[in-house]
């Protein structure tokens, strides 16, 4: 489990004209408690709302349609009519969705809202109160981080040098020239590396973009997590009672992105587990089962366990007996015909 510590700059990228977007905030989303421990500073979060309407205000100011001016000689153009009447529909357009922008941003309804608010939900926010007189100690000696006598930057450092277990690494990421190097921006200051390794025994891992991160982590990640995957649905396999069964789905709804041959996996524990299978019905365990059985393909399935399950699950007993009596009329033809043959 990496713990992973995001900048308050990072979760405002959302919210301003950045190169991080929604979708690498969406891959940390389903790494949280499987591969990643976000710690999130309480100090973090009040200033990520605190800033979110300066940030939105900026963005705003940018996001605009501007049309062409037409200098005479272009009117006496074919394409002048077209294009004109072209542009004047786009601005329609444009500012029929930048009020429906501006109104999602006043309900916190923006697509970035929601995925900041499903990040938060996953994590424990930690109280900084206690921390306050050992940041505004250390600004106030000259230690880094903190500038024009401020010491957010210091709160959150002090938070994590305390929450962090010695021993254990922490992944930094930050925008903030108040962590970075003099003279590599890309390196984090010399100070904290020294002081974190110092204080807590461990390494400190520094970058300034989450996709920074992801790109270099993602590959190990998804590697441990299907591994987490395939021996949740070994345990699934083997389930001796119906608790077990609950805990074992519980953890498996964590995940997502099934492969074919884990769909076939969980469905042979469905299929031939009666732990499983005597509580199809359950709310858990039929949600999960359906969730997963929704996204296949029934005509294109073998004969197989995910095709028994589907047809558990989305075959009335009605249509059941009828493919059942279908199959028996077969088998039963096609015994007459042997029969008849020989």
């Known amino acids: 489990m990496k713990n992973l510590f995001m900048d308050t700059n990072i979760w405002l990228s959302l919210y ?28 973090v979060r009040d200033e ?34 077209t294009i004109s009447q072209s542009i004047k529909e786009a601005s329609k357009q444009f ?19 929601h995925t900041i608010e499903k990040l938060l939900k996953k994590v424990t926010i930690l109280p900084c109160n206690s921390y306050v007189d050992n940041a505004y100690f250390r600004y106030r000696i000259g230690n880094p981080p903190g500038k024009d006598n401020k010491y957010g930057d210091a709160i959150n450092w002090e938070c994590l040098l305390s929450s962090i277990p010695d021993g254990e690494d922490l992944f930094f990421i930050s925008s903030d ?8 921006s890309n390196d984090m200051n010399p100070f ?23 790109n270099e982590h993602i590959k190990e990640i998804e590697i441990q997590s299907e591994n987490e995957k395939n021996q949740l649905i070994s345990q699934l396999l083997q389930s001796y009672n119906f608790s077990q069964t609950h805990y074992l789905i519980s953890l498996l709804c964590n995940y997502s992105n099934w492969t074919k041959v884990q769909i ?11 732990q499983v299978y005597w509580i199809r019905e359950d709310p858990d365990v039929a949600s999960f089962f ?19 399950a589907w047809e558990v699950y989305f075959l009335t007993p009605k249509e059941i007996t009828r493919e059942d009596a279908k199959a028996d009329e077969a088998d039963a033809l096609e015994e007459y015909y042997r029969q008849s043959s020989s």
């Open 264 to 274: 076939e996996a969980l469905c042979s524990a469905f299929i031939t587990n009666s």
């Open 16 to 43: 301003t004209l950045s190169d991080d977007n929604l979708a690498q905030f969406g891959k940390l989303e389903e790494m949280l408690g499987k591969s990643v421990n976000l710690i999130v500073p309480q100090q």
């Open 290 to 308: 359906t969730d997963i059985l929704s996204k296949v393909d029934y005509p294109t399935l073998e004969d197989g366990y995910t095709k028994q």
């Open 95 to 113: 500012n029929a969705w930048k009020s429906k922008i501006q109104t999602d941003i006043k309900t916190y309804s923006l697509p970035a809202d």
């Open 177 to 184: 020239q108040d962590y970075r190097s003099a003279l590599e």
């Open 192 to 214: 904290l590396v020294e002081e974190w390794s110092t204080k807590k025994q461990s390494s400190i891992h520094f970058y300034t973009r989450l996709v920074h991160f992801l």
């Open 48 to 81: 990520l709302f605190r800033n979110r309407e300066g940030k939105l205000k900026e963005a705003l100011d940018l996001f605009q349609f501007k049309a062409p001016l037409y200098p005479v000689f272009t009117q006496g153009y074919e394409e002048y009519a």
